[in-house]
């Protein structure tokens, strides 16, 4: 996989991969990553549910 991502750095293609800690992420963006999702679905999904509950809590009484 470092070599893919090497040769795609070197050509100006844009790398782009998760992130998982902050570390990691750092680490991607030293590597040449350009596109680096810092979070995860779960968070993503945990905003939505509670976006969810709070709109049905004011507007659902």
């Not at 893919?4 to 050509?11: F, G, H, K, Y």
């Not at 570390?23 to 549910?49: C, F, P, R, W």
């Amino acid at each position: 996989m470092g070599k893919v991502r090497l040769s795609a750095v070197e050509a100006g293609v844009p790398v782009g991969g998760p992130g998982f800690r902050v570390d990691d992420v750092n680490e991607k963006a030293v590597d040449g990553y350009q596109l680096i999702n810092h979070g995860s679905t779960t968070g993503a999904l945990k905003q939505t549910v509670h976006g969810w509950f709070d709109a049905y809590t004011v507007y659902g009484r």
